[in-house]
Nanobody
């Protein structure tokens, strides 16, 4: 299985931007469908964005503000978050799924990173 490590979280003011990076290792990265999820305290983990090779998918709550991209040569996937809102605050997780079929379901991703905290001040 692929190992995933997220980085780039931190504290940002509302309206600001952050870029999260997920670095993968241990397997052929290009074979994986990649996703970003988030989990706020007391809430369920929820889908944020995902990417196959070039096709991208977004939750309605982040559409138009977040972008997702991948670099198969560097084995990385980046979540660029703009116009951040206090509701975006959460631990953000990178996830990988071996099948290149889009899904927003948490239990259909087999590999997860440890998460990175994003805090948005109002």
């Amino acid at each position: 299985q692929v190992q995933l490590v997220e980085s780039g979280g931190g504290l940002v003011q509302a309206g600001g931007s952050l870029s999260l990076t997920c670095a993968a290792s241990g397997h052929t990265f290009s074979r994986y469908f990649m996703g970003w999820f988030r989990q706020a305290p007391g809430k369920k983990r929820e889908f944020v964005a995902s990417i196959a090779w070039t096709s991208t998918y977004f939750a309605e709550s982040v559409k138009g503000r977040f972008t997702i991209s991948r670099d198969n040569a560097k084995d990385t996937v980046v979540l660029q978050m703009n116009s951040l809102k206090p509701d975006d605050a959460a631990v953000y997780y990178c996830a990988a799924r071996l099948r290149l079929v889009p899904t927003t379901k948490v239990n259909e991703y087999g590999c997860w990173g440890q998460g990175t905290q994003v805090t948005v001040s109002s």
